[in-house]
């Protein structure tokens, strides 16, 4: 049992040893700032307040995005709808 016990601990501690090698030569050589210093040019302009014309030529299909079920609240048939 205790020999068992021993391997086991040896194996785990060699598996977390291969790792930290592993993780250090994955990691070897690379800058620490993946980001540069450097400014980066913007463009800037004054606000103004217009009004913009909205539309959308397209061609597809509408969906709905909620439907219901219209019943009539009589017995008999219903005839005309009248709104």
């Known amino acids: 049992m205790a020999k068992r016990r021993g391997r086991i601990i040896f194996g785990l501690v060699a598996l977390a040893l291969a790792g930290a090698v592993a993780y250090r030569l994955g990691h070897r050589g690379k ?5 540069a210093a450097t400014a980066i040019p913007v463009k800037v302009a ?26 009539p609240m009589i017995t008999g048939p219903l005839t005309r709808i009248l709104f």
């Open 31 to 35: 800058p620490q700032h993946r980001f």
């Open 46 to 71: 004054k606000a103004m307040r217009e009004n913009v014309p909205v539309y959308l030529d397209a061609l597809g299909t509408v969906v709905a995005y909620h439907t219901v079920t219209v019943q």
